[in-house]
Structure formats: structure tokens, C-alpha cells
């Protein structure tokens, strides 16, 4: 019997709003370095690719609060100096990261919280496993969904990282449930299934962009129960 519902956020729950192209482009003109979107666009496949290369070399980063802002500064130093700010590309980079501390630049997607809801309606509890700095907490309950939320896990916050198998551990512990009583679901092969099923939890990938062709993840958190077979109980 299934007691307990574990979840992602980044690409799971929640997406940056409007996007991060946009939040970068207001944070540069408030400081009177005025870049188009189109411009700013073009450049976040080198951003995604300088994340992608640092967290391929050494992942723990995410374990530690300074080490998971200093990555992030990095991409956005990055992006300042290829679109020629160099002078003030460091503490641009900072003042980015500081605005993705804010609700108001986070969404949670429309299925989130009816999904929430469900889970809870059928006795179970929620909680949260991400990779992810302090902030994470407050964030939730700033976005209205820390009423339905049992317990938030980040990274940076307990020292340990997905897969690490102790966060997931951590987690099924904190909610007083056997790991093969919970269900993980997250958008990341590596962090979040084979880390969740590495302790035997059931684990759910959700692609919500459409790029995952193994046809085993599901779109939305609305086909979450179809997908585990709970309709038919």
C-alpha cells in the first residue's frame, strides 16, 4: 500500500515565470544594460550547457549552500560577459539568482496542487525531494502549496543530493513510512529514478516537455493515478 508521495520541483512542480530569459533581461535593465529577449534567447543554450557540464564533473555541489549559489552565478556571469557586460557580470549574476529566491518568479504548473489534493484525499502524504538550495521551504509556502505539503527536503539544506540514496531515505524516515510504501516522481532519470528506486521506492518520471522517447514517462500529474493503477482500485 502506497502511504506516501514524494516529488521533484524544478520541471516536476514548478517552471520560472515568465521564463529565465525574461527575468534576466529585467534584471539587466534595471542596472541600465539594456539586451533584447531574442538576444538573451540565443545565448541559453551555452547557460544550459555550462550547468550541464558542471554538474556532469561533480554533482555534490548541490550539497552545499555556497557551492549551489556559486554554480549558479557562474551561468549568469557567463551570459552577462557573451553579451558584452563584463565589468558587472558577477554581481548581475548575483542579483539573478537573488530574484529566483522570490515567489513572484516561480509558477507551479496548473495540475500541481489538484494532483496535491488527490494524493491527500486518499489518505496519503506529500513531500518534497529536490535538488535544490534553502530557499526551497519558503518558496513552497510562498506559492500556496505549503499547506499541503507534510515535509520539504532540499539538497542543500541536509548535506546529501539526489541519487544519493540517503535522501530518499531521509525522507521516507521523516514521514514514518517504509520506502517501498512511497512513490517518487520526478523529470530526471539519474537524480530522480534510479536514485528512488535504488532504495526500492516506486518512481515516476514526468516529461513534460516531450523529449523523453523510452514512452514510460507521463506528460502530467493528471495521468499520475492511471499511470500507477490506483483508478482501478
Same mark, same amino acid.
Given at each position: 500500500?502506497? *502511504?506516501?508521495?514524494?516529488?521533484?520541483?524544478?520541471?516536476?512542480?514548478?517552471?520560472?515565470?515568465?521564463?529565465?530569459?525574461? $527575468?534576466?533581461?529585467? $534584471?539587466?535593465?534595471?542596472?541600465?544594460? @539594456?539586451?533584447?529577449?531574442?538576444?538573451?534567447?540565443?545565448?541559453?543554450?551555452?547557460?544550459?550547457?555550462?550547468?550541464?557540464?558542471?554538474?556532469?564533473?561533480?554533482?555534490?555541489?548541490? @550539497?552545499?549552500?555556497?557551492?549551489?549559489?556559486?554554480?549558479? $552565478?557562474? /551561468?549568469?556571469?557567463?551570459?552577462?560577459?557573451?553579451?558584452?557586460?563584463?565589468?558587472?557580470?558577477?554581481?548581475?549574476? *548575483?542579483?539573478?539568482?537573488?530574484?529566483?529566491? *522570490?515567489?513572484?518568479?516561480?509558477?507551479?504548473?496548473?495540475?500541481?496542487?489538484?494532483?496535491?489534493?488527490?494524493?491527500?484525499?486518499?489518505?496519503?502524504?506529500?513531500?518534497?525531494?529536490?535538488?535544490?538550495? *534553502?530557499?526551497?521551504?519558503?518558496?513552497?509556502?510562498?506559492?500556496?502549496?505549503?499547506?499541503?505539503?507534510? @515535509?520539504?527536503?532540499?539538497?542543500?539544506?541536509?548535506?546529501?543530493?539526489?541519487?544519493?540514496?540517503? #535522501?530518499?531515505? /531521509?525522507?521516507?524516515?521523516?514521514?514514518?513510512?517504509?520506502?517501498?510504501?512511497?512513490?517518487?516522481?520526478?523529470?530526471?532519470?539519474?537524480?530522480?529514478?534510479?536514485?528512488?528506486?535504488?532504495?526500492?521506492?516506486?518512481?515516476?518520471?514526468?516529461?513534460?516537455?516531450?523529449?523523453?522517447?523510452?514512452?514510460?514517462? #507521463?506528460?502530467?500529474?493528471?495521468?499520475?493515478?492511471?499511470?500507477?493503477?490506483?483508478?482501478?482500485?
Amino acid at each position: 500500500m502506497t *502511504r506516501a508521495v514524494f516529488f521533484d520541483v524544478g520541471n516536476t512542480l514548478l517552471y520560472p515565470y515568465p521564463s529565465v530569459s525574461e $527575468v534576466c533581461r529585467q $534584471v539587466l535593465a534595471r542596472a541600465g544594460h @539594456t539586451r533584447d529577449l531574442e538576444s538573451i534567447d540565443a545565448l541559453m543554450p551555452l547557460v544550459d550547457a555550462y550547468y550541464e557540464d558542471r554538474y556532469r564533473e561533480d554533482d555534490t555541489f548541490w @550539497t552545499d549552500e555556497g557551492e549551489t549559489s556559486g554554480v549558479w $552565478v557562474g /551561468m549568469y556571469s557567463l551570459l552577462a560577459r557573451q553579451l558584452g557586460i563584463h565589468e558587472d557580470a558577477e554581481s548581475l549574476a *548575483r542579483s539573478v539568482y537573488d530574484e529566483f529566491g *522570490r515567489a513572484d518568479r516561480w509558477a507551479a504548473y496548473a495540475d500541481v496542487r489538484p494532483a496535491f489534493l488527490r494524493v491527500r484525499e486518499r489518505g496519503m502524504r506529500v513531500g518534497i525531494i529536490s535538488n535544490w538550495d *534553502r530557499r526551497l521551504e519558503s518558496l513552497l509556502s510562498n506559492l500556496g502549496l505549503g499547506d499541503l505539503i507534510d @515535509t520539504v527536503i532540499s539538497s542543500a539544506a541536509v548535506g546529501l543530493r539526489k541519487p544519493d540514496p540517503r #535522501i530518499f531515505e /531521509m525522507a521516507c524516515d521523516r514521514l514514518g513510512v517504509a520506502p517501498a510504501q512511497a512513490v517518487h516522481v520526478g523529470d530526471h532519470h539519474y537524480a530522480d529514478i534510479l536514485g528512488a528506486t535504488s532504495v526500492g521506492m516506486r518512481a515516476v518520471l514526468i516529461d513534460r516537455h516531450g523529449i523523453d522517447d523510452t514512452g514510460e514517462a #507521463i506528460g502530467t500529474l493528471d495521468q499520475l493515478e492511471a499511470y500507477l493503477g490506483w483508478d482501478n482500485e
